[in-house]
Each structure stands twice: as structure tokens, then as C-alpha cells.
């Protein structure tokens, strides 16, 4: 077995002195085998070119994006990913929050957030125990592409916040709210980005996909694009759990990346850094006024979405995610390191 890497999580949050600590998930892993060939909270309306479809969001799957500039109209903004492909982010309405990665114009893999998006035969809110009636879910996954074979097997814990299923022909991981047993979002991909990204445990036969190599540049790109996105995610599951809307903070997103980047580079793992103290130290350093502070740290998950689903479904997360006195929040993403922090400014 070779480990892809650790899905870390563990919850802060300070309310005065009170420290709450959550669960580590366990890594995925693949396996390599011999390379050969086989046989086998929003009063505002919806923007007017915001035109969804009657019959599912499925249909986008592997559009081209002439048609679907057609059907939907312009992204609100454009966001670049570490796998090739861009994110077209539609996010003016909260209700119709969704995210189409488009790949040399094509649209390769979606993820829905918006409660008022039609994901049939599924819906955004459903009770797993109603899902569990029109889908099959199972713990392995098998896919051939191009002659080569990979199968996925997901842990318990997978099955429950997010298991990968075939939807109407397509590929999806459907993300849960293991608490409410409620669909809270899906994924919707290809095979060819779901073995690239490798969200689950992985064995192969023939020739893995790997992402692109990026530079320096590319990654501060994407850090800032997808610290906008756990921003604008975050206060999108707050409206569905009908909380109030957080406002961006700015100098707190410092504080938040200045750890995420330490944490990187200097190779540990937790809320105290080595460096720069706790999270009440590293606030009070950037003269940060505040009654209360909270913090979410997670690293290498595949990209922001699965951080915020991740946090979402731990308990000590959820509490910060979801608490109704904090009104601020700051975000901060270095790489495959994420940072929350939550406060209440004086």
C-alpha cells in the first residue's frame, strides 16, 4: 500500500478559555499494481441569466461549453483548481450555489451546493434512509478506463459522509451530513478526474492519472480562489441550517493563512504552532480585537469542498461552522492546508 496522503481534522474553538478537540479520519491509500493492460439567509432573487434546468443539473456532465453558456449563462467568476480543469462558480443565489469544472471546453465535473438545484432523482436536503431507495450504495467502486482497471473502496466512515455512486450512467459522490442523515451536496465527475483526484483508498492495474505539475504562481491562484469558495461554501450550508451569514475579515484570513503556510512548510499539525503560540496568540500578535475566536485546521484533502464536508461532519467543526454568535470569518489555504477562524470583533 502506498499512502496519497492524511485526512486530518481537529476542531478549536475559544469561548473565554474553553478548548474543544474532535476525531482524526484515517488516510486513504492505493495500491500500485505491475503496469499491464487488461480485458476486462437570502431575500435577494436569482440572477435573471441564472437559467437552471427542468430536468437535472446531471445533463451538464460533459457539455460543451458553448451550449452551456447557452443554457446557463456567464459564471459569476472563473477560479482555476489544481487538476487542469477551471470552476465555473455560479454563487449570487445561495439556493442555486454551484460549481462546473470545465476542461479544454468541456464540462468534466460539478458540485452542487444550492438546496433549489434540481439534482434527480435525488434532492438537496433528502434523508439518506429515502436515498437509500433509489440508489445502490456499496463500499467498492470499479472503473475502466482506456483498457486500464481501478477500483475504489471506501472505509465505514466514507460510506457515511460520502459514498461514490453511479447516478443515471454518471459517476457522483453524494456528501452527507452524518448527524441529520441528510444529502447535503453532490459531486458529480468523470472517471478520468475521480482517478486523478483519488478521493478514496485506490487499487489499479495499468497506468495511473496524475495531476499537473504547477508552479508557484499557479498555487497562489488557487490558494486565493479557493479560500473565496470555503467563504462563500461555508455561509451556504450556515443558510441551510438557517444561520446567520458570516462577514469576510481580513486581517483574521492572514492570521488564518499564516498558519496554514507554517503548518506546510515547517511539517506539523495543530492548532499551537512552535512559532507562533495558540490562536489567541496569533491574534493578539496582528492586534486583533475580539469577545470570541474559533478555529478549523484540516490538511490534503483533495481541494476546499471536501474540507468544508469534512468539517461539516465532525462534531467539534460543526460547532464552530454552525455556532450563531460568530460573525466573522477569515480563511486562509496554503496547498493542501486549511485553515478556519471564526470571530466575534469587538
Not at 486523478?196 to 498555487?219: H, N, T, V
Request: charged share 25%; hydrophobic share 35%; proline share 5%.
Amino acid at each position: 500500500m502506498r499512502n496519497i496522503g492524511m485526512i486530518i481534522v481537529i476542531a478549536f474553538i475559544l469561548f473565554g478559555f474553553s478548548i474543544f478537540y474532535d476525531d482524526i479520519a484515517q488516510p486513504p491509500e492505493f495500491t500500485e499494481s505491475p503496469t499491464e493492460q487488461t480485458d476486462s439567509s437570502s431575500s435577494e432573487k436569482p440572477k435573471e441569466n441564472l437559467k437552471l434546468p427542468d430536468s437535472g443539473i446531471q445533463q451538464f456532465l460533459q457539455m460543451n461549453q458553448e451550449e452551456l453558456l447557452t443554457k446557463i449563462g456567464e459564471p459569476d467568476r472563473i477560479n482555476p483548481t489544481p487538476y487542469g480543469y477551471q470552476w465555473w462558480i455560479y454563487d449570487e443565489d445561495p439556493d442555486q450555489y454551484i460549481q462546473l469544472g470545465v476542461d479544454k471546453g468541456r464540462v468534466v465535473t460539478m458540485f452542487v451546493l444550492g438546496r433549489d438545484v434540481d439534482v434527480s432523482p435525488l434532492k438537496i436536503g433528502q434523508k439518506r434512509s429515502e436515498i437509500e431507495k433509489h440508489i445502490d450504495l456499496d463500499n467498492k467502486a470499479k472503473l475502466q478506463v482506456d483498457g486500464n482497471d481501478y477500483q475504489f473502496e471506501l472505509t465505514e466512515d466514507e460510506m457515511q459522509t460520502r459514498p461514490l455512486v453511479k447516478m443515471n450512467g454518471e459517476w457522483a459522490q453524494l456528501y452527507m451530513d452524518k448527524f441529520e442523515k441528510t444529502l447535503v451536496g453532490i459531486r458529480y465527475v468523470t472517471p478520468e478526474i475521480l482517478i486523478m483526484q483519488r478521493p478514496y483508498s485506490l487499487e489499479y492495474r495499468g497506468r495511473l492519472i496524475e495531476q499537473p505539475e504547477l508552479a508557484e504562481k499557479d498555487w497562489q491562484e488557487i490558494q486565493n480562489a479557493e479560500e473565496l469558495q470555503i467563504f462563500t461554501m461555508t455561509n451556504v450550508i450556515r443558510e441551510q441550517y438557517n444561520v446567520p451569514a458570516l462577514q469576510w475579515h481580513e486581517e483574521t484570513s492572514q492570521v488564518a493563512y499564516g498558519h496554514s503556510k507554517e503548518m506546510n512548510e515547517e511539517n506539523y499539525f495543530s492548532h499551537d504552532s512552535p512559532n507562533t503560540g495558540s490562536l489567541s496568540d496569533r491574534l493578539d500578535r496582528q492586534d486583533i480585537k475580539y469577545n470570541q475566536a474559533g478555529e478549523n485546521i484540516a490538511a490534503n484533502y483533495i481541494d476546499g469542498i471536501e474540507a468544508v464536508i469534512g468539517w461539516l461532519n465532525s462534531e467539534g467543526h460543526r460547532k464552530a461552522m454552525l455556532n450563531e454568535e460568530f460573525t466573522h470569518l477569515g480563511v486562509g489555504v496554503y496547498e493542501k492546508y486549511y485553515t478556519q477562524n471564526f470571530i466575534v470583533p469587538w
